[in-house]
């Protein structure tokens, strides 16, 4: 049992790394680094620097380690930025996912576990979104998501191949102080980007109809996660059933203006925040009912918001202190 992680050099897909160690399952990486750093793959793991488009790369690393399952974390991940550039989201989620799986059928791979996102619902029409909601996505980010779980659900129709995807929004925190979100679009590293300059940080929106005016979303924690794309290799693995999508939610949900808040009492600075337009493609609200991954694929909140909050900063200034921001 070896399982290749896509995207692992990234911040989420080294977590799910780290959580497959913990759990003492091997485990190879396969990142273009367009976005990922060497550095945060485990000297002990295979490391194979290649892009999801060349079928023939991928088909070979899959052989020569002998790979079981996938979990497919690789992607473009900015969903405002695929409004304008909605020919690369599809080229890196949509063509990528073509080949990763043609590669899977080459080398006779039948398991994998797809990091999708809580963008293929758009606006929800509830409060908590279950699995069955209707997937309106609102940017080509969404779209591409969508597209590769029907890409996931036809092969699987075809070929027998064993899956599942799980659908979260904003990731946040860090399992290992090393391992730190660099995103230049998530919320968490562009506060801490201005907490650091010494400039206010920004809220798009304060008119929303919610409680204080912001964005409500689901925050869960990397490490949370990463567990939870473990529990979902193992059952596939083992031959068991599984649902094709799962939310990993909090249930509740957190405003952008608690995220500013937990900041300010986090790193003890003055946080005054200053409120922006609303930005296209962002929806109110959208919390995600986490109840069935917690029934299928240990699934829980492990982390509180200050502790998400915590675990990133240190995580920042430890990548400051080595010179990387």
């Given at each position: 049992?070896?399982w290749m992680v896509t995207?692992g050099a990234?911040y989420?897909g080294?977590?799910?790394?780290?959580?497959?160690?913990?759990?003492?399952?091997?485990?190879v990486?396969?990142d273009?680094l367009?976005t990922?750093h060497?550095?945060?793959?485990p000297e002990?793991?295979?490391?194979?620097?290649?892009?999801?488009?060349?079928t023939?790369?991928?088909?070979?690393?899959l052989?020569e380690?002998h790979?079981?399952g996938i979990?497919?974390?690789?992607?473009?991940?900015?969903?405002?930025?695929?409004?304008?550039?909605p020919?690369q989201?599809?080229?890196?989620?949509?063509?990528?996912?073509v080949?990763?799986?043609?590669?899977?059928?080459d080398?006779g791979?039948?398991?994998?576990?797809?990091?999708?996102?809580?963008?293929?619902?758009?606006?929800?029409?509830?409060d908590?979104?279950t699995?069955?909601?209707?997937t309106?996505?609102?940017?080509?980010?969404?779209?591409?998501k969508l597209?590769?779980?029907?890409?996931?659900?036809d092969?699987?129709?075809a070929?027998?191949l064993?899956?599942?995807?799980?659908?979260?929004?904003n990731?946040?925190?860090?399992?290992?102080q090393?391992?730190?979100?660099?995103s230049?679009?998530?919320?968490f590293?562009?506060?801490?980007d201005?907490?650091?300059?010494?400039r206010?940080?920004?809220?798009?929106g304060g008119?929303y109809p919610?409680?204080?005016?912001?964005?409500?979303?689901?925050?869960?924690?990397?490490?949370?996660l990463?567990v939870s794309?473990?529990a979902a290799a193992?059952r596939?693995?083992a031959?068991?059933?599984?649902?094709p999508?799962?939310?990993?939610g909090?249930?509740?949900g957190?405003?952008?203006?608690?995220i500013?808040?937990a900041?300010?009492?986090?790193?003890?600075?003055?946080?005054?925040?200053e409120?922006?337009p609303?930005?296209?493609?962002?929806p109110?609200?959208?919390?995600?009912?986490?109840s069935?991954?917690?029934?299928?694929?240990?699934?829980t909140?492990?982390?509180?918001?200050?502790?998400?909050?915590?675990?990133?900063?240190?995580?920042?200034?430890?990548?400051q202190a080595?010179?990387?921001?």
């Open positions: 049992m070896t995207g990234g989420i080294s977590h799910v790394v780290h959580a497959f160690l913990d759990a003492g399952i091997p485990v990486v396969l273009n367009s990922g060497p550095e945060f793959v002990q793991v295979p490391f194979i620097q290649a892009d999801l488009n060349d023939a790369q991928v088909t070979q690393a052989r380690h790979v079981t979990v497919h974390v690789a992607g473009f991940k900015y969903a405002g930025v695929s409004v304008q550039q020919l989201t599809y080229r890196d989620n949509v063509s990528g996912t080949c990763l799986l043609q590669a899977c059928r080398a791979v039948q398991n994998l576990v797809f990091s999708s996102s809580a963008a293929t619902y758009g606006t929800p029409e509830t908590l979104v699995e069955d909601a209707a309106r996505p609102e940017s080509p980010y969404g779209e591409s597209i590769g779980e029907w890409l996931l659900a092969e699987a129709r070929t027998g064993r899956h599942t995807s799980l659908r979260y929004f990731v946040v925190g860090s399992g290992h090393h391992l730190v979100d660099t230049p679009h998530n919320l590293p562009l506060v801490f201005a907490l650091i300059e010494g206010a940080p920004k809220i798009f008119d919610t409680e204080d005016g912001t964005c409500v979303r689901d925050y869960i924690h990397v490490a949370d990463a794309h473990v193992r596939l693995e031959g068991e059933e599984l649902a999508i799962y939310n990993l909090s249930g509740s957190t405003s952008v203006r608690q500013m808040d900041m300010a009492a986090v790193t003890g600075q003055d946080v005054q925040p409120v922006h609303r930005r296209p493609g962002d109110p609200r959208i919390v995600a009912d986490g069935l991954a917690a029934r299928d694929i240990d699934w909140m492990r982390h509180s918001l200050e502790q998400m909050v915590g675990s990133a900063w240190t995580a920042r200034q430890q990548w080595r010179g990387r921001a």
